[in-house]
């Protein structure tokens, strides 16, 4: 079992930054890859980055691509999600997941993740 917390939405001005957190605790993460999809009201879940555990090796998709960074502290077992240059079209519950022994060509695809967070909103206004 992993639990998953994510921290660090809120309201921010178009052109703005947010970093979010996603706090993993329980089983340990050498096998997993964690992800960070979004949620906008009445819109599918969408997907938007995913860093393998054990080498950091990154993956992101189309939505955010060039204006997101993510990257995972070991230390901490937490995983972070740089968002810069924001859009109202970004306003959304970004949510953290992880995946236990992934294949990376599948990460783009939420029942890849056997475990995710409750979400964080992001909110950005124009």
């Known amino acids: 079992q992993v639990q998953l917390v994510e921290s660090g939405g809120g309201l921010v001005q178009a052109g703005g930054s947010l970093r979010l957190s996603c706090a993993a605790s329980g089983d340990t993460l050498s096998h997993h890859a964690l992800g960070w999809f979004r949620q906008a009201a009445g819109k599918e879940r969408e997907y938007v980055a995913a860093?393998?555990?054990?080498?950091?090796?990154?993956y992101y998709g189309d939505s955010l691509k060039g204006r997101v960074t993510i990257s995972r502290d070991k230390a901490r077992n937490t995983v972070y999600l740089q968002m810069n240059s924001l859009k109202p079209t970004d306003t959304a519950v970004y949510y953290c997941?992880?995946?236990?022994?992934?294949?990376?060509?599948?990460?783009?695809?939420?029942?890849?993740?056997?475990?995710w967070g409750r979400g964080t909103q992001v909110t950005v206004s124009s």
């Open positions: 997941a992880a995946a236990n022994f992934y294949f990376d060509y599948r990460l783009h695809q939420t029942d890849q993740y056997e475990y």
């Open positions: 860093i393998g555990w054990s080498a950091g090796t990154t």
